[in-house]
Nanobody, 118 residues
Framework: VQLQASGGGVVQAGGSARLSCAASGNAFNINAMGWSRQAPGKQRELVAT???????NYADSVKGRFTISRDYAKNTVYLQMSSLNTEDTAVYYCYAAEARPSGPTSSWGQGTQLTVSS
């Protein structure tokens, strides 16, 4: 599958933002979608995942502030972010995990920059 992320930009601390990521191609085998992020000088962090049956996982750093959702008809995953702080500044990457007959695989979208200004 191919993933196209959008959203991000510059947001003031305390504000909100929403990221979107649309999957195209053969999305039939997608069993999870999510977001990771990488801040300058830091390792990539898994932020949120939504599984095929709707269960979700969040990094401790975003619990209660970020909400991941998925529109199955549109093959699109969203990340609604609120109470943003400067620590949330990062490049955000969406991903999709697939359970193909040939074996599991994952695809990554291009990053989208989110900058939270103080």
């Amino acid at each position: 599958v191919q993933l196209q992320a959008s959203g991000g930009g510059v947001v003031q601390a305390g504000g909100s933002a929403r990221l979107s990521c649309a999957a195209s191609g053969n999305a039939f085998n997608i069993n999870a979608m999510g977001w990771s992020r990488q801040a300058p000088g830091k390792q990539r962090e898994l932020v949120a995942t939504i599984f095929d049956r709707g269960s979700t996982n969040y990094a401790d750093s975003v619990k209660g502030r970020f909400t991941i959702s998925r529109d199955y008809a549109k093959n699109t995953v969203y990340l609604q972010m609120s109470s943003l702080n400067t620590e949330d500044t990062a490049v955000y990457y969406c991903y999709a995990a697939e359970a193909r007959p040939s074996g599991p695989t994952s695809s990554w979208g291009q990053g989208t920059q989110l900058t939270v200004s103080s």
